[in-house]
């Protein structure tokens, strides 16, 4: 079954448990409206604690409306997450189907200064961040984006390789993680927050205020209960002591403020990661670093979505401080916020050392997800194996973001030649080649298929240069740019394994200058070891391949002029360009 065809089968399915669980919540709500009825009737009677009837009558609706209520909770939460679950395989239709991105773009990753990811397009509109992203929370956007920029190892792009080949065979519980995920409307404020929070341990109620916390409540209800039953004309004693309750919770005002400041929602963000732990935590992973994110999830003595769940309760009853009323009641009786914020700070001190790293686990499956997505969508694609001598070989490489009914794929190897200069007029697909092996470099960093029948990786530092760009800021030119952008490449080479691209280097000078520039260059970059490939229009630029054979070859993206009409094939040749197409386009057009 083709991807199109497996989504246009879970939208069928998720359609009708969205409708099922639909139905029952206009069920319970008509119940729970008969309910409140019921109640209404009961309370309107006048005798309605006159007998003992009437009361159980009274408290048994009461609990059944609690009830109902629950139920009608329940069948809402999975309409919702049913109807999300459409919504998602809808998404995916379109996308193979019509090309549609509705995705984060990974606009604000994009930098400029980075050695690779601005030349290849990573982020930003249609971007391979955004061809990827299928990622909800923050944590999950930021960890599939440093997913495409760090350098991984062999043993981890295996690790990596094995966990998204089982999550691609589950593409259910992919969809019902996303789903949940995508609920829980998620921010990098919320997340900046509970950052800060938990790494703050250090605030603490004062032990005398924690002790008068106990105290004047029990001196309280003791005064409340001796006015109420033995008429002792305690009154004003009770009225004092509420107000002295409530001063005790003014001190600690500020406290509580600071510990639940900004966190609108964030009871409901957590329980939802506690849901989503809970998916990891239940379920039998194969591979090593599932296992191991589902193994970082676990405490000596529970789990960490329990523990999340506890926080989230404790986070939504600490936002009844709000309710002046409320508020006022519970605090100038028992100080219940006083109570609250104890039991906060202490989940703080034993837990909050491990928050970070527990949700960091729901960004990291969610990462891992996107790649998954992105091999059951292109089931044509594969796993590149690591060569132990950093050889590089694509066969039919292709670039994964072109349509794959216009795309055009190309064998390359740089075994027996680790450099290669690559030359072709204008428009034959120099560019986009350089791209195809950046791209493809990168996922196989990140432990994704590549767009290839087949393909090995070495594991040397990716470096390119095909985009520079003016500083205004700087006043800084475009060839100033490129000249630090090449210095930048330069040193990395003087001390790591460098895989290189270059697209037609040095384009702010004359002729002469960037012929000798380019030469001069390329002779420094495998004097190095580097490997690579630089395009070029200078075809003096490609005797250099006289002078190191067993380095440097020269391929070529030819023009073939059939019936007075230009034609590209995009086809990676040996040897080098022939044919050029800006003398015949301008002669044609009658501008020569």
Known sequence: MNPIQEYEKQKGIANAKANYFDKRVKIFSFLRFIVIGILVFIIYKNDVFSTPTFIIAFFITILVFGILVKIFNYNKFYRNLNRIKVKINEREIDFLDKGEMPFKDGKPFINIQHAFSFDLDLFGRQSLYQHLNRTQSYIG???????????????????????????????????????????????????????????????????????????????????????????????????????????????????????????????????????????????????????????????????????????????????TINNAVGAALMNGTILYHIHLLKKLLDWKRENGKHILKWINVIGEIESLICYANFKFNNSNYTFPSISSDNNYVFKNIGHPLIDSRQRVCSDVDFTSHPFVILTGSNMSGKSTFLRSIGVNIVLANAGSVVCADEAMIGLNKLQVSMRSTDSLADNESYFFAEVKRLQSIMNVAKSEACFVLLDEILRGTNSDDKRNGTIKFIEKIIGLKAKGVIATHDLEVCKTTEQYPDYLINNCFEVDIINDELYFDYKLRPGICQNQSASFLMEKNGII
Do not use: C
């Open 141 to 319: 956007e930021y960890i599939l984006h440093e997913s495409l920029i760090q350098n991984n190892n062999k043993n981890e792009i295996l690790k990596r390789q094995e966990a998204i080949n089982e999550l691609s065979l589950k593409l259910e519980w992919r969809q019902n993680f996303s789903a949940f995920s995508e609920l829980q409307e998620d921010s990098k404020s919320n997340y900046i927050f509970l950052k800060q929070w938990a790494l703050n341990a250090k605030a603490n109620i004062p032990k005398h205020i924690y002790l008068m916390a106990f105290i004047f409540p029990v001196i309280f209800m003791l005064a409340f209960v001796a006015n109420i039953y033995f008429s002792l004309g305690l009154g004003s004693m009770v009225t004092l002591l509420f107000i002295v309750n409530l001063s005790i919770l003014g001190s600690q005002l500020k406290l509580i403020q600071s510990e639940i400041d900004k966190s609108t929602k964030l009871n409901k963000i957590l329980d939802n990661y506690s849901i989503l732990m809970q998916e990891v935590e239940n379920h039998d992973w194969q591979s090593e670093t599932l296992k191991e994110l589902k193994n970082s999830l676990s405490l000596n003595t529970s789990e960490a979505s329990q523990s999340i769940k506890y926080l989230s309760r404790l986070f939504g009853n600490m936002d």
